[in-house]
């Protein structure tokens, strides 16, 4: 009788070396796509200088690939971190972005923006840190609410990041940097809901 031999348990450095050269060759790939797309958006729309003729504006092309590439970074760099420790990033990201919405509002309130916009970012920033608290006591209701919060945020930042833009006078690719944290702090979260099953 032949006995058959088991192939050998893939340890953490294995599981954390794949998941880098998925998650780097996925950022890599967007990377390269946007270099040729953003050269064939820009091309097709030259500026025009009497006197000077139809021209490429290489500055903002620059900024925009400088722009992809940060939030192409930011965003594989945290899907790795979370992948390795969900629990940790996803509050820690919660935290974080709360923070970040405190220190928008005070600038939205600064600027005389609409006070709708003030309110609404200040009370997200104190709630998700308020809730990543809880959350991280095992606290399922506080759980839900980051997860719900977090996915609204997301999609509000996602489809009016062309507003941001305007708004902040930024870039859209920098704009599109919040959404991008806020998915990858769902999917994080939403990783380990096995450990809130149980809980209150």
Do not use: C
């Amino acid at each position: 009788m032949v006995e058959q031999s088991v192939p050998p348990t893939p340890t953490t450095r294995d599981i954390a070396t794949r998941t880098a050269v998925v998650i780097g060759g996925t950022a890599l790939a967007f990377n390269a796509a946007f270099y040729f797309l953003s050269q064939l958006y820009f091309d097709s729309h030259k500026i025009y200088t009497p006197g000077v003729g139809e021209f490429v504006d290489s500055s903002a092309l620059g900024k925009a690939r400088v722009a992809f590439g940060i939030l192409s970074l930011l965003v594989a760099a945290s899907a790795f971190a979370a992948s390795l420790a969900p629990r940790l990033i996803g509050h820690a990201l919660a935290v974080t972005l709360g923070l970040a919405a405190l220190f928008a509002g005070y600038e939205s309130f600064d600027h005389g923006l609409p006070t709708v916009m003030t309110a609404v970012l200040v009370a997200v920033g104190v709630l998700l840190p308020t809730l990543a608290h809880f959350s991280w006591r095992h606290s399922r209701a506080a759980w839900s609410y980051l997860i719900a919060i977090a996915t609204v945020m997301g999609i509000v930042t996602f489809f009016g990041a062309p507003k941001v833009r305007n708004v902040l006078d930024v870039g859209f690719w920098t704009a599109m940097i919040l959404p991008g944290l806020m998915f990858v702090m769902v999917t994080a979260l939403s990783m380990v809901r096995g450990e809130y099953r149980a809980t209150a």
